[in-house]
């Protein structure tokens, strides 16, 4: 019998390197890793700042500020809180209650400015109905050194709380708060790793019905993240990272980690279950599935650098986490995996569960999947129609999408300092989060003195605007912060309105007439506003160049025009539907009740973008695995319908067990207290489950049997486009790789 050439791709060079070369490929990998770890633990993790994320107007005010002289454009303020049901400060035991909280951090060195709301000059830090009161100071230092330093002073002012049972006393703040965010969203992702590991394990072994080939995919997904959780502290050094990347490489990682050694090692057993010797099965899953895998992690690397055009730091550093994971976990599969796979051998049938092997075996998974795949191709014209009008009504909610900014909202309400956020948020309505004015003028002169009054009595007759309405003039009197509260949440629409009317009346009409005078605005609220803004700004140079890209590398890839813009009309439609049952579920609340959330009107500013890129490039998985098999069909002969038949069923239990294994990993974001991962993880279960099944098993194979052999449509004026060398599945009599020693 005649041998096949070997196939000489990338994929299939680096497959048969690595065999060749198991101690180097698996023993470089083990020390890769553990240096990533080591040294990304030794130098520690660089966040990006709270105050240095700024875009647009709120940049500007954030410069002005500094360049007057005040350290902090929104200082790093901690306030207590001190409340009574039934009495108010003008009694002794309210007025020494207070005093035991001034007492008690007053000898801390780590704040300044001190304030109590005793002195007669501090009257704006009581209610209206004098049964609230606040004790405010500012932590000195950088917000790294105040969120170190602030656990000695809520202990402190928790310490006052107890001797003080009747009444209630609670600190919240930028930084306690922030802390706080942090240390639950740790928890939480500790807790969703804890559930997604045994889930993924469990499918795994259901899909494989061994222990040791159901170990590998998930080792070496973890090592991957691992790896670059490590590498992420090391660049973080040059780049700082959010300080949610972590949960973002856990869920991108493990996801694409698992799905890639899953296609490879799928493949590489198939081939044996054929007949095909331990060099030809591996040879033939490394030119093949390999390949596959090369393509779309470089497609996915390539959609995540997208986000690096966005100019926000979040995105940026969301970017650089994902591209890496999906960088690191594609080299392990197209390594480590097949040296693991030719040292190994026959013994990845090691650890067989009888059970599940014979429930794997008479699951008749390739024959529900004709049963699913027949009608799509017997009525391919009712079928591609049923599926389009399945996915179109799912994606009319996003035509009603909106954008907000969660802040404190998204936190759990029994948070000991969001408790004191909302007691505070209750009695001062926006003095948790003003809107801070940066103004460059001479504060000296009765132009700005009169300026200021006006805008002070105008702003509290708008109706959107609060007292305590604060002036602080630099030392040079050549410039101001001046902080206004405004009406709402702080990132809701009331909220937003008074922004608008700050800005663009109240502000012009005052301070804009002082001669000389320059301002700009900043806060919780305009930075959120002007960060929404910005996002919407590059959502269309975002989805323009990952459309465009993932068009030309599948043009390239699979020499097709029809399945290159048929590609990118699946994964829009796909990606359309995943953003209509967000809006459905967190905009319009329909499962509030189910997923334990309040709809705070609109989903997370930066989850549009990030789930387009996130679930383009991940769709793409499926996309070029499934198109890989039914090209090589075609190539070997068979025709357009049969390919599709054959490429589609001979790939749908590996598609169906990678999509469990992605959707399972995204869920269980989707049980955390935090509504924008909640958004999250529902967001990127739903789009793979629709693509897995929907588009990959009825829309797909009905477009390609209704077009036939258009589907290979290349014009001559690109008949210039490299030809990539494709595998031939023939039997090959060659003796059985022996790995090096």
Partial sequence: MSRSRPSYNLAARMGRWSASHWKTAVFGWLAFVIAAVAIGMAVGQKTTSMQGQDVGQSKRADKILTQAGFKQSDPLTEIVVVQSKTKTIADPTFRATVNDVVHAVAPFMTIRDLRSPVARVNADQVSRDGRTALVE???????????????????????????NPRFYVGETGSVSLSKSISKLFSQQLAKA???????????????????????????????????????????????????????????VGLAVGVDYTLFYLKREREERAAGRTPRAALEAAAATSGRAVLVSGLTVAVAMAVMLFTGDKTFISFAVATMM??????????????????????????????????????????????????????????????????????????????TVQSGIDSMPRTTATVVAFDRLQGAFPGAA???????????????????????????????????PIRIDANAEQTGARIRIPLAGSGVDAASNRALQTLRTTLLPQTIGKV?????????????????NQQMKDSAPLVFGFVLTFAFLLLLVSFRSLVIAAKAIVLNLLSVGAAYGVLVTVFQNGWGKSLLNFTPNGGIAWWLPIFLFVILFGLSMDYNVFILSRIREAYDRGMKTGDAVAY???????????????????????????????????????????????????????????????????????????????RQQPQPQLEPALEPSH
């Fill in 137 to 163: 100071w500012q932590m000195k230092g950088t917000e790294k050194q105040a969120e170190k330093n602030v656990g000695a002073l809520t202990r402190t002012t928790a310490a006052v709380a107890k001797a």
């Fill in 193 to 251: 790793g804890e559930h997604s590991l045994p889930l993924t394990l469990i499918v795994l072994l259901l899909v494989f019905g061994t222990l040791a080939a159901a170990f590998v995919p998930l080792l070496l997904a973890l090592s991957s993240v691992i790896a670059t959780i490590g590498l992420s502290n090391i660049v973080s050094h040059v780049l700082p990272m959010d300080g949610n990347v972590s949960a973002v490489i856990l869920l």
């Fill in 515 to 531: 001669p000389g005078a320059s301002y700009a605005v900043s806060g919780q609220t305009a930075s959120a506003h002007d960060q």
């Fill in 647 to 725: 490429g589609i069923k001979n790939t749908a239990g590996t598609v169906t067990s990678a999509a469990i294994v992605m959707v399972g990993a995204f869920a269980i974001f989707a049980t955390l207290p935090i509504i924008d991962m909640k958004e999250m993880g529902v967001g990127l279960a739903a789009a793979v489950l629709i693509d897995a099944t929907i588009v990959r098993a009825i829309l797909l194979p009905a477009t390609m049997k209704l077009l036939g052999d258009w589907n290979w449509y290349l014009p001559r004026w690109l008949d210039w486009l490299p030809k990539p060398q």
């Fill in 325 to 402: 994971v999906v960088l690191v976990a594609m080299l392990g599969s197209l390594t480590v995996l097949p040296a693991l796979l030719a040292k190994l051998g026959d013994r990845i049938e090691k650890g067989r569960i009888p059970l599940l092997g014979r429930l794997r075996r008479t699951s008749g998974e390739n024959r529900l999947w004709a049963r699913i795949l027949t009608p799509a191709l017997r009525r391919p014209a009712v079928s591609a129609l049923a599926a389009t009008a399945v996915l179109v009504a799912l994606a009319l909610p996003t035509l009603n999408l909106k």
């Fill in 433 to 467: 989060g003003p809107a801070l004015i940066g103004v460059n003028a001479n504060t000296a002169s009765p132009a700005f003195k009169t300026a200021v009054r006006e805008l002070r009595t105008r702003a509290l007759a708008s109706g959107e605007m609060r007292e």
